[in-house]
């Protein structure tokens, strides 16, 4: 292959034309105009502490993008339902396990009608999948129509019965895995990932993903969620992007045990 024709499949793509591409973007308003639309075959990651609200930004994003798909590799129906309406609606999740009061009852009520009415997000449940089920889950919410498919989180695939015992080998296999279903099914994959323990300390780098070394120079952009000690916001920041949009900040704010966008 000849670089023009690296270029003649760029235009063919979309990219390099007068009129912006037809490409997938997030769902997170000022990480997309940073970020640009997203060239399909992309896998990046957002990487957050325990505890840090990466599940809830997921969401929000999700709620947020035309096409999305969540595969859920941690929670159920039960809690997966339960964080969406808290999310949309803005009643805390932990009064709908307890009782709601009737005006609560009628927020809920809304926002249940309103997310009864949109085709996107599609959710797969896989609690316990391995690397192959994973690929599978991705091709299967890619022939739904999903254009951004969220993995939630990386570090709950469980290894498959032939899968290297070293688990950064084994995450770099997932990783491949991922790469192959994007690229197949023109999808931007974005994976979640937990940091590492440095990250409590302080404010996160590319560095404090888990199994560090790999995921964050396989990725082709990455957003850090960063909460300081005792704040109620939620800084998620552009660590890496393919074309550029480093730096760039979204802020969250938890009300009622929520997160949503403060700017």
Not at 183 to 212: T, Y
Not at 235 to 247: I, S
Request: proline residues 5%; glycine residues 10%; charged residues 20%.
């Amino acid at each position: 292959m000849r670089l023009r024709d690296t270029i003649d499949i760029a235009r063919r793509q979309g990219a390099c034309t007068s009129t912006a591409p037809d490409w997938p973007t997030l769902g997170l308003r000022q990480i997309d105009a940073a970020l640009g639309p997203i060239p399909p075959g992309t896998v990046g990651l957002l990487g957050a502490a325990t505890g840090c609200g990466k599940s809830s930004i997921m969401l929000w994003a999700a709620l947020n993008s035309p096409s999305a798909g969540i595969i859920s590799l941690e929670d159920g129906p039960l809690v997966v339902g339960t964080r969406t309406l808290s999310l949309a609606s803005g009643v805390d999740a932990r009064e709908m396990l307890t009782g709601l009061s009737p005006e609560d009852q009628e927020k809920v009520d809304h926002a249940e009608q309103r997310i009864a009415e949109l085709d996107y997000p599609v959710v797969e449940i896989a609690v316990g999948a391995d690397t192959l089920a994973v690929e599978r889950a991705v091709d299967k919410l890619a022939q739904a129509g999903c254009r951004t498919i969220w993995i939630d989180y990386l570090q709950k695939v469980r290894p498959g019965e032939d899968a290297p015992e070293d688990r950064r080998t084994a995450i770099n296999v997932l990783w491949a895995a991922l790469q192959r279903a994007a690229i197949r099914h023109s999808v931007v994959v974005i994976g979640i990932s937990q940091l590492g323990r440095n990250a409590q300390e302080g404010e996160p780098s590319l560095h404090s993903f888990k199994e560090s070394g790999d995921l964050e120079n396989e990725c082709r952009f990455a957003l850090l969620a960063h909460r300081s000690v005792d704040s109620p916001t939620v800084v998620l920041t552009v660590a890496k992007g393919l074309f550029g949009g480093v730096g760039t900040q979204m802020v969250f704010e938890r009300v009622n045990g929520a997160l949503k966008p403060v700017w």
